[in-house]
């Protein structure tokens, strides 16, 4: 005689219930794993952006230090200034040019055989080559006459500096520079100011050279991904 079997339906809510709840567990212990992943993931990118960062500030400072040791002993003959944005500013109007031409005076063209090659030479080292994005050569003017005038003034008195420095360098020094230098005329538009907040005439009349280096690139391009990141 067969026996009933019996079924005690609590034990089995139970063993589902058990089920459930390990699958539960399992799902959210794996969850936590991969949040962890992300969250390392982020934490090394950041440190990676944050070592970018610093490398870029100190080849930016060095950069800054070699050029006033290269050249502390010429600035005040020139009448130049070197700040820490690395801008190089020739800011005597009567050594450049005569007003409203754009042909480069001798005493200019004196400085500027004993400056660029030096200043190239600096760019050029092992340490600083590969991390110039731009020599920029600007031309300056004060507001005085017209702005599209002094605009075109500007380019071409930036022209003739370039061409000129290009005179003194190698063709192979030449090849390189075609890459990076650009002459940039910009009238009136980044006047020098008067601690009283006036335009300086004489000051605004000037000629810069300006390195940028790819850490402004590497700047964006961090700063892009961040905020991409965020949307």
């Not at 005569?98 to 030479?121: S, T």
């Not at 190698?170 to 940039?184: F, S, Y």
Request: proline share 2%; hydrophobic share 35%; net charge negative.
């Amino acid at each position: 005689m067969k026996k009933n079997k019996t079924v005690n339906h609590g034990d089995e809510e139970n063993v589902f219930s058990l089920s459930t709840g390990d699958l539960m567990a399992g799902l959210l212990f794996i969850f936590i794993l991969l949040l962890m992943g992300a969250l390392l993931q982020v934490q090394e990118k950041a440190e990676q952006d944050e070592e970018i960062v610093k490398r870029y500030d100190e080849i930016k400072t060095q950069l800054y230090i070699d050029l006033q040791e290269e050249f502390k002993e010429d600035l005040v003959v020139w009448r130049a200034i070197i700040d820490s944005t690395l801008c190089i500013r020739f800011q005597e109007p009567s050594m450049l040019f005569d007003e409203g031409k754009d042909v480069l005076k001798p005493k200019f063209q004196e400085i500027l055989d004993d400056f660029f090659p030096r200043y190239i030479a600096v760019l050029n080292r092992p340490q600083y080559r590969d991390n110039i994005e731009e020599i920029r050569i600007e031309g300056h003017t004060n507001s005085n006459g017209g702005y599209y005038s002094n605009m075109e003034l500007s380019q071409d008195r930036t022209r003739s500096v370039l061409q000129y420095c290009f005179s003194l360098m190698t063709d192979e020094d030449v090849m390189w520079l075609k890459g990076l230098v650009t002459a940039n005329g910009l009238s009136s538009s980044h006047p020098i100011l008067t601690g009283g907040g006036e335009e300086d005439k004489e000051l605004s009349r000037r000629v810069e050279f300006r390195v940028r280096t790819n850490a402004e690139k590497q700047l964006e391009e961090i700063a892009e991904k961040r905020f991409n990141s965020r949307k």
